[in-house]
C-alpha cells in the first residue's frame, strides 16, 4: 500500500481555518484519499475523500495538488470539537476493503 | 438508521484465556472490518468479512478468528491471549461500492470500540 506523511501533531485557534497536510507520494493513479478522524474515545470517523478534484462537505474541504502526491484537509473554522486525530489514507479505487491508518496528526484547538 | 455498535465496551482477562468481541453492522451494510488499535498508535486491520467469508486479512496470527451472521453482525475471537492483545479492538461496517443503491460505499463506519485489558 502506498504510503502517507503527516506532521505528528498542529495546533490551531478556535474559530480560525486550519490546514492539515498529508504527503503521498508514491499514490498509484487509482488511489482515493480519504481522511478520518478520531476524536478522544471515539472509534474513527470519515470526514472526506477524493480522487482528483478538489472536494467539499459539510464538516470539511479537501484540496488535492495537481501532481496528486499531496492533499490538505481544510477545516473553515475550528471548534474545539475539531481536536482530534486525523488520518489521511489513501484506498485502491475507492474501495473500503481495508484502511492503512498511520500514526495521523493530533489536532489541539486552543479557546 | 441505526449506527455500528459494539458489545462489551470493556474487559479484562488474563492471559491464555479467550475472548469473543461483537458487532452490529449499521444496517444496510453487508461489510464488516476488525481493528486493533494499542494506545498511541493509529488502527491496525486484522480482517474483513463480506456475505459471511473472510474476505482479506491482515498480518494477524491464526488465534485471531471471526464470523459473520446472516444479518450481517459479527464476532471477533481471540484465542490464547497474550499481554500484548490489550487494544481498542474498533469494528466498521461498509458496503462495496455500487451495492448500496446510491448511498455513500467507500467509506467505513466505526463502532465506538471495545477496550480489552490483558493481565
Known amino acids: 500500500d502506498a504510503k502517507t506523511t503527516q506532521p505528528n501533531s498542529m495546533e490551531s485557534n478556535e474559530e480560525e481555518p486550519v490546514h492539515l497536510p498529508c504527503n503521498h507520494s508514491t499514490i498509484s493513479g487509482t488511489d482515493y484519499i480519504h481522511w478520518y478522524r478520531q476524536l478522544p474515545s471515539q472509534g474513527p470517523e470519515y470526514v472526506i475523500h477524493g480522487l482528483t478534484s478538489n472536494v467539499n462537505n459539510r464538516m470539511a474541504s479537501l484540496a488535492i495538488a495537481e501532481d496528486r502526491k499531496s492533499s490538505t484537509l481544510i477545516l473553515h473554522r475550528a471548534t474545539l470539537r475539531d481536536a482530534a486525530v486525523y488520518y489521511c489514507?489513501?484506498?485502491?479505487?475507492?474501495?473500503?476493503?481495508?484502511?492503512?491508518f498511520g500514526s495521523g496528526t493530533q489536532l489541539t484547538v486552543l479557546p | 438508521e441505526t449506527g455500528v455498535t459494539q458489545s462489551p465496551t470493556h474487559l479484562i482477562k488474563t492471559r491464555g484465556q479467550q475472548v469473543t468481541l461483537r458487532c452490529s453492522s449499521q444496517s444496510g451494510h453487508n461489510t464488516v472490518s476488525w481493528y486493533q488499535q494499542a494506545l498511541g498508535q493509529g488502527p491496525q486491520f486484522i480482517f474483513q468479512?463480506?456475505?459471511?467469508?473472510?474476505?482479506g486479512r491482515g498480518n494477524f496470527p491464526p488465534r485471531f478468528s471471526g464470523l459473520q451472521f446472516p444479518n450481517y453482525s459479527s464476532e471477533l475471537n481471540v484465542n490464547a491471549l497474550e499481554l500484548d492483545d490489550s487494544a481498542l479492538y474498533l469494528c466498521a461496517s461498509s458496503s462495496p461500492a455500487g451495492t448500496s443503491g446510491g448511498a455513500r460505499t467507500d467509506t467505513q463506519y466505526f463502532g465506538p470500540g471495545t477496550r480489552l485489558t490483558v493481565l
Open positions: 468479512y463480506y456475505r459471511e467469508e473472510e474476505n
Open positions: 489514507i489513501l484506498s485502491p479505487q475507492g474501495s473500503a476493503r481495508q484502511l492503512t
